[in-house]
């Protein structure tokens, strides 16, 4: 049975930079609830209304591994009289440190539309997703750029042969992205001085690098710009959602359970978050022989299928397991560019198309 001090701990991990705050979850929860079940609800003291959806996004990475848990529910309380129900009864706690008000969402200039890739966990093929994706749009004559946001785990870089990449500046101290075959592409990658160089930012230091990457790029005028993000639902997507206007999300996953359990947390996230959620991207959803073509459900079936149908979203794209597209990834050509007649080629230009019919370029 989950215990009280239990919860104490796990919201004590996670703190508030993202919300210029100090302190913990646990310094502004009033209460918890728990009964037998592990039904949990929490109250939850703000001093200031607006930073709800993001604190639920909070607290959902710093409940979802505890075991035991059937639901969780939340209660918001303000210091204004009137507008919301009292707390229980007994002392408040004491509010941690609250910064300036977060800054309005923006548009990127020059860029239409702004799509998002993301999964709930590593390993699903989420970086190939997006590579192939923003590769079919340019190939549909779209002007596109990929921006590798997944700060730890760079790999764009190798899925796009640029690991000897750099960037440079303009007159105007504006990054320029480097451009391969039309695609323009950025990754912290292009900064680091070798590939096993690591990355540690957090809080504030990752914020700032990440609003760079949106607002001191000189992208010039693009369509689309596909914004491959760091898996599971942390600080790079918090900065993202309270900084830019988005008009959609992929979520990426392969047909296991384990993938698919962490599929469920992005996707409430995004929907927290208020980003529409276009659907799902099921990856390696079955076998090619490279001898006799047949298909073989390897991961297993229908699992995704299910899903997606009890929350009403499409799969956009279910895409194949071959040899050629990790043969080609490792050679820095995604599989749309060098094999474009592939079963998986074909998949991601459908997913491409997919994507112009749900957010198509305004007029």
């Known amino acids: 049975m989950v215990t009280k ?28 609830e728990i009964d037998q079940n592990g039904n949990l609800v929490l109250h939850i003291f703000l001093p200031r209304r607006g930073v709800e959806d993001i604190l639920k996004i909070k607290l959902m990475n710093a409940l979802g591994d505890i075991e035991g848990l059937n639901s969780v529910k939340v209660r918001f309380y303000t210091a204004q009289a009137g507008q919301h129900q009292q707390p229980p009864q007994g002392g408040m706690p004491q509010i941690p440190t609250l910064g300036p008000g977060l800054p309005p969402k923006r548009k990127i200039p020059g860029i239409k539309r702004v799509i998002l890739v993301g999964s709930g966990k590593g ?10 994706l923003a590769v079919a749009l340019k190939k549909a004559s779209y002007k596109v750029g990929l921006l590798d946001a997944d ?69 010039g005028e693009l369509d689309y710009l596909v914004v491959d993000l760091p898996p599971g ?9 309270q900084n830019l206007i988005l008009d959609g999300a992929i979520v990426v996953t392969t047909p296991q359970d384990v993938a698919l ?34 298909r073989s459900y390897i991961f297993g079936k229908g699992r995704v299928e299910e899903y997606a149908k009890r929350k009403g979203l499409e799969i956009l ?23 474009p007649e592939s079963l998986t080629a ?18």
Do not use: H
């Not at 912290?188 to 914020?207: C, D, H, K, S």
């Not at 409430?268 to 959803?285: I, S, T």
């Not at 997913?351 to 019919?357: E, F, G």
């Open 346 to 363: 074909k998949a991601f230009k459908e997913l491409a198309r997919k994507v112009v019919k749900k957010v198509p370029i305004p007029q």
């Open 151 to 219: 700060i730890y785990g760079p790999s764009v870089p190798t899925i796009l042969g640029l690991k000897n990449a750099v960037v440079s500046v303009n007159d105007n101290q504006k990054i320029l992205p480097v451009e391969k075959n039309g695609l323009k592409v950025l990754s912290i990658g292009f900064m680091l001085p070798n590939e096993e160089t690591p990355v540690i930012w957090r809080g504030a230091l990752l914020m700032k690098a990440i609003q760079q990457f949106m607002f001191d790029v000189d992208w």
């Open 233 to 241: 639902t942390g600080d790079v997507q918090l900065t993202l959602a």
């Open 123 to 132: 390993g699903v093929g989420k970086s190939t997703v997006a590579a192939n």
């Open 5 to 32: 001090e239990e919860i104490l701990r796990a919201l004590e991990r996670e703190d508030l930079k993202e919300l210029q705050m100090e302190g913990s979850l646990r310094d502004i929860t009033r209460d918890v």
């Open 261 to 294: 359990a962490d599929v469920k947390k992005a996707v409430a996230m995004f929907e927290e978050l208020g980003v529409p959620v276009l659907g799902l991207v099921e990856n390696m959803a079955y076998f090619v022989c490279p001898n006799c073509g047949e």
């Open 317 to 339: 794209a279910q895409i194949p397991t071959e040899p050629s597209v990790s043969e080609a990834s490792d050679r820095g050509e995604p599989v749309v560019e060098a094999y």
